[in-house]
């Protein structure tokens, strides 16, 4: 399996989270467990066994996770092979997928810009733009990451892998972090269920990561998460203007174009 999540690039301003809502404790509570992944039928590798792409596997699932609860695209929207290369290419310079050279990684940023620009086709020929895009300043805050999962369908997230959870991947073992582990790479996944505050859960958090749904605990996100991104679609909007949580987003959107 790959990382590639290149560290943020701080020459380049980001648009904020906090900046954007105003008052992030205006945000609707969220239930006790936020769980976007149930009516995503899979969660396709994209060849991030292959390269260090998890920048872009990631966003894949995530617009699956926001199709599918929407009910866009039931199932979720799928990507190919070839969107998955085409999208590497575009935010990986001098990538060659078939040599393999320069497979050096991706920031988040460079991504969600090409999601603004570009967007991303999927298998049934739809493309999906983001409208825009706002960096969460306390990206360890997992209330706050909760509140803005259960209104956004899904956070942008990247954290610095330890080998512990490539060892415990192989093992089929919830991440943890493990003190002094050495760390093996940035790693993009997108957060798509949270059970922060239950008292039945241990792992409180699920994220999808190398083809699979995977459990992590509280410790790993709040010691190894380096960035958090919100993203704002068309694709979280039902037909009456609201996201499947309940929120009006129509402004929060019109404004994100002045991010």
């Given amino acids: 399996m790959k990382t590639g999540a290149l560290p943020r690039d701080f020459t380049q301003p980001a648009p904020s989270f906090e900046a954007a809502i105003v008052d992030p404790r205006a945000l609707p509570v969220a239930p006790t467990i936020v769980d976007w992944?149930?009516?995503?039928?899979?969660?396709?590798?994209?060849?991030?066994?292959?390269?260090?792409?998890?920048?872009?596997?990631?966003?894949?699932?995530?617009?699956?996770?926001?199709?599918?609860?929407?009910?866009?695209?039931?199932?979720?929207?799928?990507?190919?092979?070839?969107?998955?290369?085409?999208?590497?290419?575009?935010?990986?310079?001098?990538?060659?997928?078939?040599?393999?050279?320069?497979?050096?990684?991706?920031?988040?940023?460079?991504?969600?810009?090409?999601?603004?620009?570009?967007?991303?086709?999927?298998?049934?020929?739809?493309?999906?733009?983001?409208a825009g895009w706002a960096e969460i300043g306390n990206y360890t805050n997992l209330a706050l990451l909760k509140q803005a999962l259960w209104v956004f369908g899904t956070l942008y997230l990247a954290a610095n892998l330890q080998q512990a959870q490539e060892d415990q991947f192989g093992a089929g073992q919830p991440w943890s972090w493990v003190p002094n582990s050495p760390i093996i790479g940035g790693h993009a996944f997108p957060l798509e269920q949270s059970a922060l505050n239950d008292p039945g859960f241990f792992y409180n958090e699920e994220v999808i990561t190398w083809g699979a749904k995977w459990k992590v605990n509280r410790p790993f996100m709040t010691n190894q998460l380096v960035e958090g991104i919100v993203i704002f679609t068309e694709d979280w909007i039902e037909a009456n203007g609201t996201s499947p949580s309940g929120l009006d987003l129509t402004q929060i959107i019109t404004d994100s174009h002045n991010l």
Wanted: glycine share 10%; proline share 4%; hydrophobic share 40%.
């Fill in 37 to 130: 992944t149930s009516k995503v039928n899979s969660w396709p590798m994209y060849s991030n066994d292959v390269w260090g792409c998890c920048t872009v596997a990631s966003i894949f699932h995530a617009i699956a996770a926001l199709t599918a609860f929407s009910g866009l695209v039931p199932g979720g929207a799928m990507f190919s092979l070839a969107e998955t290369t085409k999208v590497y290419e575009a935010v990986c310079p001098g990538f060659n997928p078939k040599t393999d050279a320069n497979d050096n990684g991706a920031t988040l940023a460079s991504v969600c810009q090409y999601g603004v620009k570009t967007g991303f086709t999927d298998t049934a020929g739809r493309v999906h733009k983001l």
